[in-house]
């Protein structure tokens, strides 16, 4: 029982959401002492879903096996390739798989969708007990990751939220000691140490997003269907963007993006893309909307406030000339038609 408390006690004392997936499976090694415990996102879009190992070890392992975040989707496995993953995303329940070696498998979900399976394969099929062992964890599990996602995200639209942007844009950069360069786990029961491999990296983006003419929706139809837009909005976002991408709603209806991309291409690509999305969308009783996007490369001496800066420029110029545009700030002053930063305002504070 001791073993037990001091492991959720270790999976509740943790904020980062790579290492608590490598936290839960080596918990559940060090109790249940699987052949490997595994956990699996769902990425990819409707029609083409794929399993993405977050966090996989086998016993024995001290580095924990996962999928950079930065693969390309069509290298994974689809959600069809495993069927008994598939079943368990589907019915939503867990169920266990006689064989050699038995497997168990445990949906995991958040408060908006299924998003992925917890997989265990045993020498001999899960005692009942032990199956309600694992679900209990995940409760555990999930609640801890719901009161993650009540500091960390907009309660209307589920995305990031402000406070959140400062964490997480040193991390896309690479200036975090939580970031991409292998963090290490704290020991596991018997002493083995475990660690989480690192990600590919590129080029990181922000770019900023704003609704065009949003105070014409509240004013004529309501802020009520304004927020409709705006949830539907955040929908189009998680559709368009990369699982991996950081998605944020600063309030209002604006939101930011924050991504790594080899090229400036990709990212004007992706961008580019939610234009689209967006103007193509039917929104209940409102009709046609459309975004202004601008972005930005981000620097090694970036500033949170200095990178947003320039994307905010990007976008007011895209507002200022014709709206429903996707404009590039380094394009944009290469044109003359922007100016850099200058260095009294690159260090000043965004919050």
């Known amino acids: 029982m001791s073993n037990l408390v001091d492991h959720l006690a270790e999976l509740t004392g943790l904020r980062d959401r790579d290492v608590l997936d490598v936290t839960l499976v080596g918990a559940l090694r060090d109790l249940l002492r699987p052949r490997s415990a595994a956990i699996y996102r769902v990425v990819g879009e409707a029609g083409d879903r794929r399993w993405m190992t977050r966090a996989r070890l086998a016993d024995g392992d001290v580095t924990a096996q996962t999928d950079s975040l930065y693969a390309d989707l069509a290298g994974l496995p689809t959600v069809e390739d495993h069927g008994d993953r598939a079943a368990c995303l589907q019915r939503q329940e867990a169920f266990t798989v006689d064989g050699t070696p038995a497997r168990a498998y445990f949906p995991l979900a958040n408060e908006f969708e299924a998003t992925g ?56 950069l690479g200036r975090s000691t939580a970031a991409e360069a292998e963090p290490t786990v704290r020991s596991s029961g018997d002493g083995r140490r475990m660690a989480l491999q690192g990600s590919g990296r590129g080029t990181a983006w922000l770019g900023v997003i704003d609704i065009d003419h949003f105070k014409r929706v509240n004013d004529g139809h309501g802020h009520l269907i304004g927020d409709e837009v705006l949830l539907l909005l955040s929908r189009l976002m998680r559709s368009t963007f990369r699982f991996h991408d950081h998605l944020f709603r600063f309030g209002g209806e604006e939101f930011v993006v924050l991504m790594r991309c080899s090229h400036d291409s990709d990212a004007s690509g992706a961008f580019e893309r939610l234009r689209a999305n967006v103007e193509s969308f039917g929104f209940p009783q409102v009709g046609r909307i459309t975004v202004s996007i601008g972005f930005s490369a981000l620097r090694p001496d970036d500033t949170p406030s200095a990178a947003f800066e320039r994307a905010d420029k990007a976008v007011y110029w895209a507002k200022q000339n014709g709206r429903n545009q996707v404009a590039h700030f380094a394009e944009l002053v290469v044109r003359g038609q922007l100016a850099e930063a200058s260095v009294e305002n690159k260090d000043a504070e965004l919050f």
Request: with cysteine.
């Open 117 to 172: 399976v917890l997989e265990l394969h045993t020498d001999a099929a899960l005692r009942p007990e032990e199956v309600r062992l694992v679900c209990s964890i995940l409760r555990i599990y999930r609640n801890f990751q719901g009161l993650l996602d009540y500091s960390e995200r907009d309660t209307l639209t589920g995305l990031l939220n402000r406070k959140t942007f400062d964490e997480s844009f040193l991390r896309v």
